[in-house]
């Protein structure tokens, strides 16, 4: 029940308890709204350190899930079928939930969707693609795995998010787990001649998917995860189809494998549109830096799922710097 509602040029303020009543007065709240307000924040922190543990998790595991999709379908093919399925399937769940259409049109921020859609979350996942033929997966994830680092650089200069002196020391950190983890995966000889493009491939992915992380953050103070999400992967879909429009047509999408499609059921669910949406939400409650900080754990999980599915080996490296990559993100969190 208000207590006290006040006119002030035609607003009316209303103040549902005492505490709010001192707050907009510059006093101080009672003990006991401090304590609630605090212990909801903490729920809100070990909520967001959930989810953003299952994304990591989801994005490892995918790499099992697509371990023999390549054999069936070429890599741009599966990118782009995959991610248009998803667009298309986003902007009807924003149609649905606004009732209205859901592609943001505000000229203001045009600029910034391009930039975050083809420079950064298109252009991120068609170069990774490429790389992956160039070079072994293990030097990619060890790139990519730099995200973090590159966007605590680049975040601050834009005032986009803060530089922190511990977040730095824990993804490099993290970083040395990551090479634990590969530092037993192929030599350069076996990559082939092109290992080299594959490098120069995984540095401009890694560059772009900091893009996306950090610029997606001013458009989400404006735009809800689910409506930015849908745009960004729509857009990015339709940027990725004359890079595998031979495939998208020459390919018997009727006869292909079980397993294929039992991989794009996951991997369009539950590698695209939930992480992709509570990605963008994390982004909103936590900043990019503290986000893509949680990136570094895919190449855990996927070493983890690896070995309990397709019971791949796992040396005493690799367990150790899955344990550092842990330890790493949740110093950087708390």
Known sequence: MPVKEKTRAGLVEKFETSDDFLRAAGGKPSAASLTGGFEATRKNEILTLFILFLIAFAWGFNYVVVKNVYSAVTPFTYCASRFLAAGFMLMALAYYKLGANPLITNRKDLGMLALISLGGFGASNLLMAVALEYSPAST????LSTSPLITLIIAPVFKIDTFSSKKFLAILFSLFGIYCIFMDGQSVAAAGSK???????????TIAWSIY??????????????????NAVFISSIMMIPFAFDGLVSTKWLNLPAFVYASYVFSIFFSTILPMIFWNIC?????PVTTMTFSNLT???????????????????QLTGSMIVIISVIIAYI
Not at 283 to 287: D, H, L, R, S, V
């Open 213 to 230: 992380s950090i610029f997606s953050k001013p458009l989400l103070e404006k735009y809800s995860p689910l409506v930015l999400t849908a």
């Open 195 to 205: 290992y080299y493009y594959g490098i120069m491939f995984a540095v401009l992915s």
């Open 140 to 143: 990619t994830s060890i790139i």
């Open 299 to 317: 190449p855990a999980f996927a070493m983890l799922t690896g070995y309990l599915l397709l019971h791949e080996p796992v040396s005493a490296n």
């Open 283 to 287: 982004i909103k409650k936590a900043g």
